[in-house]
């Protein structure tokens, strides 16, 4: 069967150091895979995009990888804050042209402490 | 910025109510979506809309209808509550195309009583 899976367990970590969070997935083919970050109580706001022909992806603090091969993302929080604290989803499209659709993971919570 | 509005931040119904959830989007996108999140299941896709009038169920359609007359709103109706359907809603729009952002507003958490 089809999924995506995300560390299910909370990931704690001390301020400054970095969080990386992963997202698995299974009988997929993704074209590309997107992060998004929740707050409570907020729905959740779009990240990053990372493209199967692309290796890694930056945007300030934040970096992307996705091997196509281990079928894996790799979200990197680098000189981690408190502000961090949140829980982040990644997602991918199906495939097969649906046109917009997703399918999410079921999210990591990070907790950053100070 | 995008402005994804839902018309209740908390709404509390009775079973068998038959209950109605509004969103509106103000950036004229062509994708709108309607989730539900629970506790370690994560967002599942209940419907989504490509354009006005047209609708594709998704994973969890049972339960539920929508309507998108207008091209700025999509509406997620519960034809008869049951208090499985007691969760977060939250509905997304994007622009047409794979690839695209979603943008969400920030959620209805419906109990059913």
């Known amino acids: 069967s089809q999924k995506i899976e995300q560390n299910s367990e909370a990931l704690n970590i001390q301020e400054g150091k970095t969080a990386t969070l992963t997202c698995n997935y299974t009988?997929?083919?993704?074209?590309?895979l997107q992060w998004y970050r929740q707050d409570p109580g907020r729905g959740p706001v779009f990240l990053l995009l990372?493209?199967?022909?692309?290796k890694e992806k930056r945007k300030e603090r934040l970096k992307v990888t996705f091997d196509t091969t281990l079928k894996q993302s790799l979200f990197h929080i680098t000189a981690s804050q408190p502000a961090d604290s949140a829980t982040y989803l990644c997602a991918l499209d199906p495939g097969y042209n649906q046109g917009g659709k997703l399918i999410f993971g079921q999210g990591t919570e990070l907790s950053v402490k100070p | 910025d995008v402005k994804v509005t839902q018309s209740s931040r908390y709404l509390v119904k009775r079973t068998g109510e038959k209950v109605f959830l509004e969103c509106v989007q103000d950036?004229?996108?062509?994708?709108m979506f309607w989730y539900r999140q629970d506790p370690g299941l994560g967002l599942r896709l209940i419907y989504f809309?490509?354009?006005?009038?047209?609708?594709e169920k998704g994973d969890i359609p049972e339960g539920y209808s929508v309507s998108r007359e207008k091209k700025e709103r999509f509406s997620l109706i519960l034809e008869s509550a049951s208090t499985n359907q007691t969760s977060m809603y939250l509905c997304a729009s994007s622009r047409q195309g794979q690839s695209r952002a979603q943008h969400f507003g920030d959620g209805t958490r419906l109990s059913i009583l």
């Open positions: 009988n997929y083919s993704p074209a590309y």
């Open positions: 809309s490509y354009d006005v009038k047209m609708k």
């Open positions: 990372i493209r199967e022909n692309e």
């Open positions: 950036m004229d996108h062509e994708n």
